[in-house]
């Protein structure tokens, strides 16, 4: 006779057997589904808030994704998954056969130029997906840091300001050169009309941050994300002469007592190589929450406006 504990394990072993075999299925996205997605989504807010972002934004159907959502669902209809298919690829699931979905998918984009996960959820998703021979032009390892309290703001730099459209010949070279260090592509040569109306229409939305001396920039950062409670930043720019004064921890000070007043939380992703920016953002109060992995691939196409 078996013992409770036993028979309990056995049940345990069944269901995630019965799991693994049941069906599941991938369907695309629809408008009319945002705000069961969302809510999904919401269980882990600092992983997934680029998805929600472009939810909230724009819908789950808009060119201004620059890709598709879709959905895996169990045989009760239930989300396990989410994935954005398209120029960036990114992911959000709760079992492994909703990953493997997923991948198989994200396999026939012919547009895709980059897929970034969580370290062990990129592992798992190449594996499916580099199955229809796929090869990683670049990958890199980057932290994901959150800050969540005011308190740890230091000095400010009142003359912090959104930027203007008048501005953005000074902040569209500066967004294409770190995107350049960070892929090996520069958006200004490749899809320099896209690029050009992605970074008009995040100054437009109220989320590009810069720091002027006369008509010199100093700081700049955008707000490339944003969800109901966390706030995700990129493009963090400090001119070179002005990077051991203080200047930028006060800029990323008062920056972040802005977006804090609306947000709980503010995360950005840095390289795990760049240890100059991972000392400077613990300076600024930020905290370790998770390895994440970026894969580059070489894009046969690109994404249509």
């Not at 075999?21 to 807010?45: I, K, M, T, Y």
């Not at 690029?195 to 006369?214: A, D, H, M, Y």
Request: charged share 25%.
């Amino acid at each position: 006779m078996l013992h409770a504990s036993n028979t309990i394990r056995a049940n345990e072993r069944e269901a995630s057997m019965t799991s693994v075999f049941a069906p599941v299925d991938v369907e695309l996205l629809r408008s009319g589904e945002e705000a069961e997605v969302l809510n999904f989504l919401s269980q882990r807010p600092i992983h997934t808030v680029a998805m929600a972002s472009l939810i909230s934004d724009n819908g789950l159907q808009s060119p201004l994704n620059r890709g598709n959502f879709y959905g895996c669902r169990d045989i009760n209809g239930h989300l396990e998954g989410v994935a954005l298919v398209g120029h960036a690829t990114l992911l959000e699931t709760v079992s492994d056969r909703a990953l493997q979905a997923l991948a198989r998918i994200a396999r026939d984009c012919p547009y895709t130029h980059m897929i970034m996960a969580e370290q062990d959820r990129v592992s798992d998703f190449w594996a499916n997906y580099s199955e229809a021979g796929h090869e990683p032009r670049l990958a890199c390892r980057e932290w994901l840091l959150e800050l969540r309290s005011k308190d740890n703001t230091k000095a400010s730099a009142p003359a912090l300001r959104l930027a203007t459209e008048a501005e953005l010949e000074f902040v569209m070279p500066i967004q294409a050169q770190l995107a350049k260090e960070e892929s090996g592509i520069d958006p200004m040569k490749v899809d320099p009309v896209g690029f050009r109306k992605r970074c008009l229409r995040r100054i437009q939305q109220g989320r590009t941050w810069v720091l002027f001396e006369g008509n010199s920039l100093v700081f700049k950062a955008d707000v490339i994300s944003k969800a109901n409670e966390v706030v995700y930043l990129e493009g963090i720019w400090l001119r070179e002469e002005s990077r051991n004064n203080g200047t930028g921890v006060s800029c990323m000070s008062e920056l972040s007592r802005k977006l804090l007043t609306h947000a709980r939380s503010i995360c950005l992703l840095v390289n795990e190589t760049n240890t100059r920016a991972l000392t400077f953002y613990r300076k600024c109060g930020f905290l370790f929450r998770a390895t994440y992995e970026t894969i580059f691939l070489t894009k046969k196409e690109l994404y249509p406006h």
